[in-house]
């Protein structure tokens, strides 16, 4: 195998082990077959037009066009003309597939079932970064930036998977990237031989004799473009360390990609973490928005929250749906898990619009909803008795009808619960050993006395919003780990999504099955009879199973929301629907749009802001933030925008390097030396000295050391170089110097001492000698012009030599 063809397998394997990364993201893991098939059909064109040869840009041009040919066949092959060629119907089909793929990713929880969108960025992301690398790697030859498009991909996997045995994935995906750098090492030395630094013979380094190579010496230093390897190498798998530390936590729901699906269906996470400091940024925002609007047939909304998700599995850091199944919506839904008859229930019925730019996968609902009538593809999961939608189906201008139940037990009710069944309550109290000891000594000591568990939760729910000295905050830092609920105990700040977390463990450790509701407050009744709600109306709060009710509404979180009826002292016995309590306001006159942000309003109407749902997302449930593909397609292109900006630094590290060492002059002495003296003038020129091509050697080494304030060895070293050129040029036979590179090095770090600050950054960050990169560029474009001009009249004047000839034989 030749040394083009290993370098091209190494940079495929490269490749894979990198979007091994992705394996946890979704299953099954089937598609990494298909974009290892597809991937080496990519690098087997590049090969062959290697070999042809084809100029650079014409081979990735073909992979590309193969690429698109491969992809067509694979995922809309019924839209292409022959099956094969792709057309804008083709192209229309791709858009639609990886909006598909977007809105999936949004959707699902890791692992994420394979759908054809998901299947897409996939398969066309690797394929994708495979061509970029093999461009880099083989047909440029620069092996080392090549790892660049490799972190990128490894990056995001590494985000998305919030971490699932993240050190396994780096180090196949390090591998990968080191094998290649091997595999370019040896390619050089299969073409050069083993180059070596120069020293000078003063040095310790025994000459080379005259027609011999530093090619067949043995000892030295490393060769320049390895060390530089080494370097970037280095870099770039430090960056690959640190880029999935810094970004953002991935997780789903409300707060990020939220649970919804086909089949299986899927559950996406709310961290109990790090989403609050991006949850911090949208409560301090000044405008609130109106999301929803409604009329409903009860005269009494202070229980009427919209429920979006309930959150049922908690790991000690993370709150996150179940994975459950999802089916059809069903004309009339079945009857709420644990309620009784002799419970009072109300029905009401409710009429709600969505803002036409509030994009949420998630149906916002009165609990516990009997009946939705809505257009569009949605999916109910009935545990959870929500309605997610499938297939980037989501709330944006959404108009539906829901009836519901008005559940109103009383104190007695809820104190007479008997136990709930025992699967149940396995499930909704499992805590997990990593929650730390306080959380449940703290519920301990606080229902300390209390009976029954109904009044335990009273108890913690009475601590948290009224007598424990907490105090709603929304510039609270959010903290981290599995600590974050001990610290907010300690520390007593936080805002609904502390307060309603905390009380669900608590509640957990107790044995009350608890988990933890998104959604929205009832919100503001407008002056025509209907009721808006706004960003400030998002809220979190705990729901508690008792048998014989059902899921039932608790309010921790001080000065927000309503307190239920069934946790006062003074509510009546009997919960009848007599006349209507007081209207919760956020103002006192009924504003026509929701009001801007104001102070929390008194603990009595506890109807204020909590914490602001994401906006403006199409895809995804919510808009704390960008989406998590959005943080990926960013840190692609800040990375795409890093390589851009470093390309005149690298190109000038890759020049150096062979000239230097003898990879571009190869073993010739003569060309050495003048490799060497172009790199001492494109120093002098990266440090503002401008070559003069009218001046001899000698003149031009003489301005270098007068304008570069040279002195003593690095004067000396620039005389002598240009002395060895003189010989090269001019003697009748000519006898080359040996241990130029370090003479010219010895240049350069006089020049690097005499320069001012400025100049050194510009000299390394901006060399001016990049230059000759494009006009090397603008001449071969120039040259391949020339080339297609001249082949045009040869080929007609073949056609016409071949037409001719006949005739004469003929004759």
């Given at each position: 195998?030749?040394?083009?063809?290993?370098?091209?397998?190494?940079?495929?394997v490269?490749?894979?082990?990198?979007a091994?990364?992705?394996?946890?993201?979704?299953?099954?893991?089937?598609w990494?077959?298909?974009?290892?098939?597809?991937?080496?059909?990519?690098?087997?064109?590049?090969?062959?037009?290697?070999?042809?040869?084809?100029?650079?840009?014409?081979?990735?041009?073909a992979?590309?066009?193969?690429a698109?040919?491969?992809?067509?066949v694979l995922?809309?092959?019924?839209k292409?003309a022959?099956?094969?060629?792709?057309?804008?119907?083709?192209?229309l089909?791709?858009?639609?597939?990886?909006?598909?793929?977007?809105?999936?990713?949004?959707?699902?929880?890791?692992?994420?079932?394979?759908?054809?969108?998901?299947?897409?960025?996939?398969?066309?992301?690797?394929?994708?970064?495979?061509?970029?690398?093999?461009?880099?790697?083989?047909?440029?030859?620069?092996?080392?930036?090549a790892?660049?498009?490799?972190?990128?991909?490894y990056?995001?996997a590494?985000?998305?998977?919030?971490?699932?045995?993240s050190w396994?994935w780096?180090?196949?995906?390090?591998?990968?990237?080191?094998?290649?750098?091997?595999?370019?090492?040896r390619?050089?030395?299969?073409?050069?031989?083993?180059?070596?630094?120069?020293?000078?013979?003063?040095?310790?380094?025994?000459?080379?004799?005259?027609?011999?190579?530093?090619a067949?010496?043995?000892?030295g230093?490393?060769?320049?473009?390895?060390?530089?390897?080494?370097?970037?190498?280095a870099?770039v798998?430090?960056?690959?360390?640190?880029?999935?530390?810094?970004?953002?936590?991935?997780g789903?729901?409300?707060?990020?990609?939220?649970?919804?699906?086909?089949?299986?269906?899927g559950?996406?996470?709310?961290?109990?973490?790090n989403?609050?400091?991006?949850l911090?940024?949208?409560?301090?925002?000044?405008?609130?928005?109106?999301?929803?609007?409604y009329r409903?047939?009860?005269?009494?909304t202070?229980d009427?929250?919209?429920?979006?998700?309930a959150?049922?599995?908690?790991?000690?850091?993370?709150?996150?749906?179940?994975?459950r199944?999802?089916?059809?919506v069903?004309a009339?839904?079945?009857?709420?898990?644990?309620?009784?008859?002799?419970?009072?229930?109300t029905?009401?019925?409710?009429?709600?619009?969505?803002?036409?730019?509030?994009?949420?996968?998630?149906?916002?609902?009165?609990?516990?909803?009997?009946?939705?009538?809505?257009s569009?593809?949605?999916?109910?999961?009935?545990?959870?008795?929500?309605?997610?939608?499938?297939?980037?189906?989501?709330?944006?201008?959404?108009?539906?009808?829901?009836e519901s139940?008005?559940?109103?037990p009383?104190?007695?009710?809820?104190?007479?619960?008997?136990a709930?069944?025992?699967?149940?309550a396995?499930?909704?109290t499992?805590?997990p050993?990593?929650?730390?000891?306080v959380?449940?000594?703290?519920?301990?000591?606080?229902?300390?006395g209390?009976?029954?568990?109904?009044?335990k939760?009273?108890?913690?729910?009475?601590?948290?919003?009224?007598?424990?000295?907490?105090?709603?905050?929304?510039?609270?830092?959010?903290g981290?780990?599995?600590?974050?609920?001990?610290?907010?105990?300690?520390?007593k700040?936080?805002?609904?999504?502390?307060?309603?977390?905390?009380?669900?463990a608590?509640?957990?450790t107790?044995?009350?099955?608890?988990?933890?509701?998104?959604?929205?407050?009832?919100?503001?009744?407008?002056?025509?009879?209907?009721?808006?709600?706004?960003?400030?109306?998002?809220?979190a709060?705990?729901?508690?199973?008792?048998?014989?009710v059902?899921?039932?509404?608790?309010e921790?979180?001080?000065?927000?929301?309503?307190?239920?009826?069934?946790?006062?002292?003074?509510t009546?016995?009997?919960?009848?629907?007599?006349?209507?309590?007081?209207?919760?306001?956020?103002?006192?006159?009924?504003?026509?749009?929701?009001?801007?942000?104001?102070?929390?309003?008194?603990?009595?109407?506890?109807?204020?802001?909590?914490?602001?749902?994401?906006?403006?997302?199409?895809?995804?449930?919510?808009?704390?933030?960008?989406?998590?593909?959005?943080?990926?397609?960013?840190?692609l292109?800040?990375?795409?925008?890093?390589?851009?900006?470093?390309?005149?630094?690298?190109?000038?590290?890759?020049?150096?390097?062979?000239?230097?060492?003898?990879?571009?002059?190869?073993?010739?002495?003569?060309?050495r030396?003048?490799?060497?003296?172009?790199?001492?003038?494109?120093?002098?020129?990266?440090?503002g000295?401008?070559?003069?091509?009218?001046?001899?050697?000698?003149?031009?080494?003489?301005?270098?050391?007068?304008?570069?304030?040279?002195?003593?060895?690095?004067?000396?070293?620039?005389?002598?170089?240009?002395?060895?050129?003189?010989?090269?040029?001019?003697?009748?036979?000519?006898?080359?110097?040996?241990?130029?590179?370090?003479?010219?090095?010895?240049?350069?770090?006089?020049?690097?001492?005499?320069?001012?600050?400025r100049l050194?950054?510009?000299?390394?960050?901006?060399?001016r000698?990049?230059?000759?990169?494009?006009?090397?560029?603008s001449?071969?474009w120039?040259?391949?012009?020339?080339?297609?001009s001249?082949?045009?009249?040869?080929?007609?004047?073949?056609?016409?030599?071949?037409?001719?000839?006949?005739?004469?034989?003929?004759?």
């Amino acid at each position: 195998m030749s040394g083009r063809a290993r370098l091209a397998v190494c940079a495929a394997v490269a490749t894979l082990c990198a979007a091994c990364a992705l394996l946890p993201l979704v299953d099954p893991v089937g598609w990494v077959v298909q974009a290892a098939v597809l991937l080496a059909i990519v690098t087997g064109v590049g090969a062959l037009a290697r070999r042809v040869p084809l100029a650079r840009p014409l081979t990735v041009t073909a992979q590309a066009v193969v690429a698109l040919l491969l992809l067509t066949v694979l995922f809309a092959h019924d839209k292409a003309a022959a099956g094969v060629l792709p057309n804008l119907d083709v192209l229309l089909e791709f858009a639609e597939l990886m909006q598909e793929g977007v809105a999936d990713v949004s959707r699902y929880a890791i692992p994420a079932p394979v759908t054809a969108g998901i299947r897409l960025l996939l398969v066309g992301g690797v394929v994708l970064v495979g061509l970029v690398v093999d461009a880099l790697a083989v047909t440029y030859r620069s092996a080392a930036p090549a790892g660049l498009p490799l972190l990128a991909l490894y990056s995001v996997a590494a985000g998305l998977s919030q971490g699932a045995a993240s050190w396994l994935w780096f180090l196949i995906a390090g591998a990968g990237y080191l094998l290649l750098l091997l595999a370019e090492g040896r390619d050089r030395l299969s073409r050069w031989g083993r180059v070596f630094g120069g020293r000078s013979p003063g040095a310790g380094r025994p000459p080379v004799a005259e027609g011999q190579s530093y090619a067949s010496t043995a000892g030295g230093p490393a060769h320049a473009p390895v060390r530089t390897g080494r370097r970037i190498g280095a870099l770039v798998l430090g960056i690959a360390l640190v880029v999935p530390a810094v970004l953002p936590s991935l997780g789903g729901g409300l707060l990020g990609p939220a649970a919804a699906g086909r089949g299986a269906g899927g559950g996406g996470t709310i961290s109990a973490v790090n989403p609050l400091v991006s949850l911090q940024n949208s409560l301090n925002q000044p405008e609130d928005k109106q999301v929803l609007n409604y009329r409903t047939t009860t005269s009494d909304t202070r229980d009427l929250y919209l429920r979006i998700v309930a959150l049922d599995q908690f790991d000690g850091t993370a709150w996150k749906p179940s994975e459950r199944a999802v089916k059809d919506v069903p004309a009339q839904f079945p009857d709420p898990s644990g309620l009784s008859p002799a419970v009072d229930v109300t029905t009401v019925n409710t009429s709600v619009s969505a803002a036409p730019w509030y994009a949420q996968n998630w149906l916002p609902l009165p609990y516990p909803a009997t009946r939705v009538d809505i257009s569009g593809r949605w999916r109910f999961e009935p545990e959870g008795r929500t309605l997610v939608g499938d297939r980037g189906q989501n709330t944006r201008g959404a108009q539906y009808q829901v009836e519901s139940l008005l559940v109103r037990p009383t104190r007695q009710q809820l104190a007479a619960s008997p136990a709930p069944p025992a699967e149940l309550a396995r499930e909704y109290t499992r805590v997990p050993d990593s929650l730390p000891a306080v959380v449940r000594e703290t519920a301990e000591q606080v229902t300390r006395g209390a009976g029954s568990a109904y009044d335990k939760a009273v108890r913690l729910q009475d601590w948290f919003s009224l007598n424990g000295g907490f105090t709603y905050n929304t510039e609270v830092q959010a903290g981290s780990g599995t600590e974050a609920i001990a610290r907010f105990l300690e520390q007593k700040e936080g805002f609904c999504v502390h307060f309603a977390f905390s009380m669900a463990a608590m509640a957990r450790t107790l044995g009350i099955p608890a988990r933890v509701a998104v959604g929205f407050t009832p919100g503001t009744r407008q002056s025509d009879g209907s009721t808006s709600v706004g960003l400030k109306d998002a809220h979190a709060w705990p729901e508690l199973y008792f048998e014989g009710v059902g899921w039932t509404r608790f309010e921790p979180t001080p000065s927000r929301g309503t307190l239920p009826d069934y946790t006062l002292a003074d509510t009546p016995s009997a919960g009848g629907t007599g006349g209507p309590a007081p209207q919760p306001s956020r103002s006192a006159a009924a504003p026509a749009e929701p009001s801007p942000a104001q102070s929390c309003a008194p603990a009595d109407r506890r109807t204020g802001p909590c914490w602001t749902p994401p906006a403006h997302s199409a895809s995804g449930p919510a808009d704390d933030g960008p989406s998590p593909w959005m943080i990926a397609l960013g840190c692609l292109g800040v990375l795409v925008l890093l390589l851009v900006v470093a390309l005149p630094l690298l190109w000038r590290a890759w020049a150096r390097s062979h000239r230097l060492g003898g990879g571009r002059a190869g073993p010739d002495p003569a060309a050495r030396t003048l490799a060497a003296w172009r790199e001492l003038v494109d120093t002098g020129w990266d440090y503002g000295i401008v070559p003069d091509e009218s001046l001899t050697p000698r003149k031009a080494a003489e301005r270098i050391v007068r304008i570069g304030e040279l002195d003593g060895a690095a004067a000396d070293a620039a005389h002598r170089v240009a002395a060895s050129v003189e010989q090269v040029l001019y003697a009748p036979r000519p006898r080359p110097a040996s241990g130029l590179a370090d003479e010219v090095r010895r240049v350069r770090s006089g020049l690097h001492a005499a320069a001012s600050r400025r100049l050194r950054v510009r000299a390394l960050l901006v060399p001016r000698s990049a230059a000759r990169a494009l006009w090397s560029l603008s001449s071969r474009w120039s040259a391949f012009l020339a080339r297609c001009s001249a082949s045009r009249p040869a080929a007609a004047a073949r056609r016409t030599a071949n037409a001719v000839r006949p005739s004469r034989q003929r004759t």
